[in-house]
């Protein structure tokens, strides 16, 4: 209930007053019991007591204590801070190229003994699998070519070819140490 529903409420109550003064000077023949209240005298009532009960509510809110600590968690709320700043130093790990770079591949794909097509449906495959699962980092293991009855190895040719026409795919480069492929795979940081 707001200030101008009072004030309403107030001037129905003055009207009510003034039509009872009118018609208290003219007499009327009335077939009700003979103490009972007349109409405008139940609405005067019942417009005092929601006026009463008003000024009771008001008076009750003004009375109570709130302890300000808890009045400003309800207004603010409560801000974890260690989980925010985690979620930005793994963020910001994440977005360093050097911690990618020497961090360990997520995903691994082998392409030894598949066809030059049936390698790049492979490929294309597991980097749009890789980046639905939120994998960062993968390694996709294609030889050196040692089989290769031509001249240049065929599949490493091709994973180069598809890391440079692909948006999807970043930086890349080949593992240092030979247990992890050397020169006969590639590391791919894929982008988002």
């Known amino acids: 209930m707001d200030m101008n ?43 005092m007591k929601s006026e009463r009960d008003f000024e009771k509510m008001i008076k009750e809110q003004n009375e109570r204590h709130v302890n300000k600590m ?12 260690d989980k925010i700043a985690e979620e930005h ?32 449906e492979h490929l294309n495959y597991f980097i749009t699998d890789c980046i639905s ?17 031509g001249t240049d190895p065929v599949l490493g040719e091709l994973v180069r070819k598809f890391i440079e026409s692909d948006k999807r795919c970043g930086t890349s480069g080949h593992p240092k140490s030979k247990s992890e492929g050397g020169t006969g795979a590639t590391w791919i940081i894929l982008k988002y």
């Not at 130093?89 to 049936?118: F, N, T, V, W």
């Open 70 to 81: 808890e009045q400003w968690l309800r207004l603010y709320g409560v801000v974890d801070k």
């Open 133 to 149: 699962k939120g994998i960062r980092k993968v390694i996709v293991v294609h030889g050196k070519g040692i089989h290769t009855t």
């Open 89 to 120: 130093q793994q963020s910001s790990k994440l977005a360093d190229r050097q911690y990618l770079i020497q961090m360990k591949p997520e995903a691994r794909l082998d392409l030894h003994g598949m066809r030059q097509e049936e390698a790049k």
């Open 5 to 47: 529903d009072i004030l309403n409420q107030w001037d129905k109550i003055k009207k009510q007053e003034k039509n009872k003064s009118k018609t208290a000077s003219t007499p009327q023949v009335s077939h009700k019991k003979a103490n009972a209240p007349s109409l405008e005298e139940k609405q005067l009532e019942k417009a």
